[in-house]
């Protein structure tokens, strides 16, 4: 392997957007997410819509339009 070419690996803490907070280990120092083990949906077992941009509005405008397309 090359020397000096590779990034640092140094301790980092994750803040995720529900609270909880994590130390791992990565290239950056600090690390901000939206969803993390703590809240998603398929390790907590509850069912939690996450909303960005009206994405979860767009996708249903869009299965209604198919739909009917496809009944006709």
């Given at each position: 392997m090359k020397n000096d070419i590779h990034p640092k690996?140094?301790?980092?803490q994750v803040h995720c957007g529900c609270g909880s907070?994590?130390?791992t280990r990565a290239t950056?120092?600090?690390l901000r997410v939206e969803i993390c083990?703590?809240?998603?949906?398929f390790y907590t077992g509850t069912q939690k819509f996450v909303d960005t941009a009206g994405r979860?509005?767009?996708f249903?405008?869009?299965y209604d339009?198919?739909?009917?397309k496809a009944k006709n």
């Open positions: 690996y140094v301790t980092c907070t994590f130390t950056l120092p600090e083990a703590a809240c998603h949906p979860v509005e767009k249903r405008r869009r339009k198919a739909a009917g």
